[in-house]
């Protein structure tokens, strides 16, 4: 599976796409995702919380392991999907279709350090 040309990138596997208002949205890779396995639990965010850039943001837990959420900028949350508590699956199903956090971040600019998908693909070895 591609990643989406519109997202940047973390090398520790989320992805966030700028939004019109100056928000970005975060979701997991779909490396992510394939690393993980069966996804069966989103949580562990705080909504209204200031993070710093690679502070952990949320947690993700599969059948295999538990894995935290980076932000990859300074960033407030500012919303966290609900839909995961019930169907933490829908990261499995379309990792780049369903986002995990909505962040305000301290910085705009931050967002031009992370990686364009050809960059994320060649850091982590995706095709």
Do not use: C
């Not at 989406?4 to 966030?16: C, F, L, S």
């Not at 379309?94 to 060649?122: C, H, M, Q, S, V």
């Amino acid at each position: 599976m591609s990643n989406p040309p519109d997202r940047k990138y973390a090398a520790t596997h989320e992805w966030v796409r700028s939004e019109a208002d100056g928000t970005v949205t975060l979701g997991i890779t779909h490396t992510a995702q394939e690393m993980l396995g069966d996804i069966v639990f989103v949580g562990d965010a705080k909504v209204g919380a200031t993070l710093a850039a690679g502070e952990t943001a949320a947690v993700v837990e599969s059948v295999k392991a538990a894995s935290d959420i980076y932000a990859p900028v300074a960033a407030e949350v500012i919303a966290f999907n609900a839909e995961l508590e019930a169907e933490p699956q829908r990261l499995n199903e379309k990792p780049f279709d369903t986002w995990i956090l909505r962040l305000r971040p301290a910085n705009p600019a931050d967002l031009a350090g992370l990686l364009d998908a050809a960059g994320y693909e060649a850091a982590v070895g995706a095709a």
